[in-house]
């Protein structure tokens, strides 16, 4: 399919992917460049339930721009909204499975060896605990998730801030009606090497184009910056020339 233009340099695959989950599959969403060669691998955590058009959204965009973006399909919500029946070990666990499935010797088009997480909403804590306790992990980025409310948790992502050693990106909307912007302020101070950004009268999910706070202009600069950060900090494509 043809690249829309200023939409990216790659034309890319996208849709439901069966990925290797224990004896059984996940039904993840992939969006990887239509080229040959391999390509660095972005991992997409986000809420439990059903992949969203939003963060099929930014996987596409991701992809447009020479990135494997792999969205986890992790498991439905429990009553509490958390992933049903699954601890942090057990979503790791998913997530180190996953990463040795990139790294088979058969799967032509990832470089699967260190990559990048980027946590959307929900799924925000797991990509900030998994990038302190998992060194293939590389870059990390947050799309507005909570950084309290998880004390109870083994990994409560506060305690876990200051551990981080790699790249982070966090974006937040300063009107965001359900992270306090002085949490983002104190993720700031927790984890001073990281970028941690305020989009100033943006609102929760200001960058999903159907969420009723979508902000075009802070979506197309928050986009733009996620992409930049991956480039930046995950290996360059090693595409093939058959022309």
Known sequence: MAVLPHEGTYSVMYGTYSTPAGSSYRSDY??????????PVVLITSGPGEISSHVKSVSRFLARQGIVTLALDLGPASSNGAHHGMDDSDLLAQMDETRRFLNDEDLDWALGDRVGVLGIGKGGRLALVAATLRTWIGPVAVLYGPLTGDDHRRYPVAEQLERLGGAVLG???AQDELIEPGTVDSAQGR???????LYEGAGHGFVDENHPNYDENAAMDALARLAGFFTSHLPPPQTLDLG
């Open 30 to 39: 992939l969006a990887r460049p239509d080229a040959v060669g391999r390509f």
């Open 191 to 197: 984890n001073p090497a990281g970028a941690w950004l």
């Open 171 to 173: 974006i937040y909307g």
